[in-house]
């Protein structure tokens, strides 16, 4: 078979191959959507330009529900689906399982996205779909969960995220109708520390110190259960301290998160030549011990002076730096895996990549600028100038056949 045939051969078919196809390419196109209104969004509520009408949903806490729950879900749903029959020695799943997820959350999107504008009953259609297609989702990864014998805990954690993920959505919809702004408040606390923040660490905690040992000689991953264990009730203690308002007291969970995860990251990384695939999975993760100690700082001021110095900056270090680098870095990974293609972290995805960490930097230091919206502005563009070129090029890779001339 012809591998530049192959790898030229476009087909919307093939998005019902495998489970990150559809999902990753749902996930992969929201990227781009979700900032593009978000921009939009920002530049005309500072100059003004087109005269956009307010959603019924602030527009700032529609983005932080859109960013959450729906771009970033659909590629832990492509992952999820994907490795845990793997994880647990159990049939892969079909077209039938995965192909319902994908509709949802992609109709879902849409939908919310284009409520944005102002037609409030879309952004119902939207919560509705989406709550489907995650329903479906989770419905058959809890059902996996049951039938494994083993106890696999990396998955039993991560289903434990998704069910939180899934009521922290239902509770953004129940605000649809009664608006109610301690719902939204929930919902958005549950989607970072109930939903991102475990699925995040609970993937890295198993997949990267075993991505190391593979290619760097003599590596020794070093990821006992015991962490994981450590990790759930400090970002429970910390989500309910949020949900609280005990904004003073955070940093008695956010000071052990660093610990935990700065002790991780220094035991797992890679010395010596390692490939640059490698290396950006762990300089992601370095902004979660940044982001953490910006917490418990905020945190800490917060109890000395009554004052939220830093503003949304330890959120943007945790959503930009840690989950955006994470994103490109570990996605970038598993598509290059599952196209059949070299494992390498070309210059595409190393473009991403750098620039998200400019991005990132930006955002935070737009909480102590004059102009705050210019620099929100400046942050949102830089986004959308560093996903653009991956995001083509990994829809391209999701239409098109494996080059290795597989299935999948």
Sequence with gaps: MDTMQVSNAISPKLLAAAPHR????????????????????????????????????????????????????????????????????????TRWHYVPVGLGLFGGQLLTLAGAFGPAHLLHIGAVMTLVGWGTGLFFLLRLLWR???????????????????????????????????????AIKLGSFGLLLPVYFTVAHRMFPFFAGNVVRGH????????????WPLV????????????????????????LAGT???????????????????LGY????LAMALYALQSILYASSGSFLLGRAPA??????????????????????????????????????????????????AELAPDQMAWHIAAAAG?????????????????????DGRSG
């Design 148 to 186: 494994d014998r083993g106890k696999t805990w990396h998955a039993v954690s991560c289903g434990a995220a998704m069910t939180l993920g899934f009521a922290g959505f239902a509770l953004y919809a129940l605000f649809l109708h009664v608006y109610d702004t301690r719902l939204m408040f929930a």
């Design 264 to 282: 991780w990251l220094w035991r797992n990384w890679p010395h010596g030549p390692a490939p640059r695939l490698l290396r950006v999975l762990f």
């Design 383 to 403: 986004w959308l100038l560093a996903f653009a070129p991956w995001v083509l090029r990994s829809l391209w890779i999701y239409l098109t056949p494996r080059v």
């Design 286 to 289: 370095l902004w979660l011990p």
């Design 316 to 365: 943007h270090a945790l959503f930009i730096g840690f989950f955006g680098s994470l994103l490109v870095a570990m996605v970038t990974r598993v598509t290059q895996g599952h196209a059949g293609r070299p494992l390498v972290f070309g210059g595409v995805a190393t473009f991403a990549f750098a620039t998200i960490q400019l991005v990132c930097l930006t955002r935070i230091a």
């Design 236 to 259: 429970l203690l910390h989500l309910g301290l949020e949900l609280a308002h005990g904004y003073a007291w955070l940093w008695l969970a956010d000071l052990p998160l660093l610990a």
């Design 220 to 231: 020794r991953g070093w990821r006992p259960l015991w962490v994981l264990g450590a990790f």
């Design 22 to 93: 559809l999902l990753f390419f749902v996930g992969a196109g929201n990227v781009l959507l979700a900032m593009a209104w978000w921009a939009l969004w920002l530049a005309d509520a500072r100059w003004q330009l087109i005269g956009l009408s307010q959603p019924q949903v602030y527009g700032g806490w529609l983005h932080a529900i859109v960013m959450q729950y729906q771009v970033l879900a659909p590629f832990m749903f492509g992952f999820l689906l994907t490795v845990f029959p793997r994880w647990m020695g159990q049939p892969d799943l």
